[in-house]
Nanobody, 122 residues
Framework: VQLQASGGGLVQAGGSLRLSCSAS????????MGWFRQAPGKEREFVGG??????YYADSVKDRFTISRDTAKNTVYLQMNSLKPEDTAVYSC??????????????????WGQGTQVTVSS
């Protein structure tokens, strides 16, 4: 599976962005994917993801970010509203081939996109 994340950019605090994660290659299971982010000097952290038909979010983005999918386009989206400067990071999408382990653990994912920069100015 090849994943490509896009849609990042520069936005003012309070604004919105929608990231896309397009998959190609092997069959993409959009029920086993996640979004992660990494800010400079910080560890990569789970943002949200889908697992076994349910969608999960980190507490820091709950009620602001929404994951959706278009199965016909093999694409998953991350709608980000009410953005804050602390949301600034490189956002990556990832897919896994099984439901082993926890959906919020990056090491459980087998395929990664290249990441897209999101910068939120104050």
């Amino acid at each position: 599976v090849q994943l490509q994340a896009s849609g990042g950019g520069l936005v003012q605090a309070g604004g919105s962005l929608r990231l896309s994660c397009s998959a190609s290659g092997r069959t993409f299971n959009s029920n086993a994917m996640g979004w992660f982010r990494q800010a400079p000097g910080k560890e990569r952290e789970f943002v949200g993801g889908r697992s076994l038909g349910r969608t999960y979010y980190a507490d820091s983005v709950k009620d602001r970010f929404t994951i959706s999918r278009d199965t016909a386009k093999n694409t998953v989206y991350l709608q980000m509203n009410s953005l804050k400067p602390e949301d600034t990071a490189v956002y990556s999408c990832a897919a896994r081939t099984s439901y082993r382990g926890s959906y919020y653990q990056a090491e459980m994912y087998d395929y990664w996109g290249q990441g897209t920069q999101v910068t939120v100015s104050s």
